[in-house]
T-cell receptor, first 113, second 113 residues
């Protein structure tokens, strides 16, 4: 998985609970991404980061926030989880100024009950 | 807004047959990515196509890019069961990928003996 670790790998939580997913990379890549995958939708970009403390919104950012205090870690927080955020979350990294291949982590399967 | 459309979304075929998956994208881009995903797994990079007319081959898979038509194809030759998976194309749009990729919905390919 190209030096990318996502944690946890599985999580079940209740509606209204805050949840934080972690992506850790050992490749020293500047660009990091969070996507969600849902049946019938492919992958959709939630947020991305182009450096420490530099982040921006993607297509489906409502209800999510991110933080990047170190090059190697990119955190995704669901501020108050809802059932519509039940999904598989993938982290990706990219070198080459963000124009290179994106390599994906193993994913986190999140269920919000 | 960049749209990426794949067809077919579902394909069942027999071993030994040939078939093509199509990927159309709505906004000019200089590159196109193909990924493979096995059930419950992460995304694996197959090809990156970097210019108009680019063709890449790996085993029984061959991908091509026509930037003028905004079309990429993934051709499967003499299919074997091991190629059963979901295949995604993804376009970086005008941002080149630094601000994320837009994925098609995926083609779920089943190859039967």
């Amino acid at each position: 998985d190209a030096g990318i670790t996502q944690s946890p790998r599985h999580k079940v939580t209740e509606t209204g609970t805050p949840v934080t997913l972690r992506c850790h990379q050992t490749e020293n890549h500047r660009y990091m991404y969070w996507y969600r995958q849902d049946p019938g939708h492919g992958l959709r970009l939630i947020h991305y980061s182009y450096g420490v403390k530099d982040t921006d919104k993607g297509e489906v950012s409502d209800g999510y926030s991110v933080s990047r205090s170190k090059t190697e870690d990119f955190l995704l927080t669901l501020e108050s989880a809802t059932s519509s955020q039940t999904s598989v979350y993938f982290c990706a990294i990219s070198g080459t100024g963000g124009r290179g291949i994106q390599y994906f982590g193993a994913g986190t399967r999140l269920s919000v009950l | 807004e960049l749209k990426v459309e794949q067809n077919p979304l579902f394909l069942s075929m027999q071993e030994g047959k040939n078939y093509t998956i199509y990927c159309n994208y709505s906004t000019t881009s200089d590159r196109l990515y193909w990924y493979r995903q096995d059930p419950g797994k992460s995304l694996e990079s197959l090809f990156v196509l970097l210019s108009n007319g680019a063709v890449k081959q790996e085993g029984r898979l061959m991908a091509s890019l026509d930037t003028k038509a905004r079309l990429s194809t993934l051709h499967i030759t003499a299919a074997v069961h091991d190629l059963s998976a979901t295949y995604f194309c993804a376009s970086p749009g005008v941002g080149g990928g630094a601000d994320g990729l837009t994925f098609g919905k995926g083609t779920h390919l089943i190859i039967q003996p």
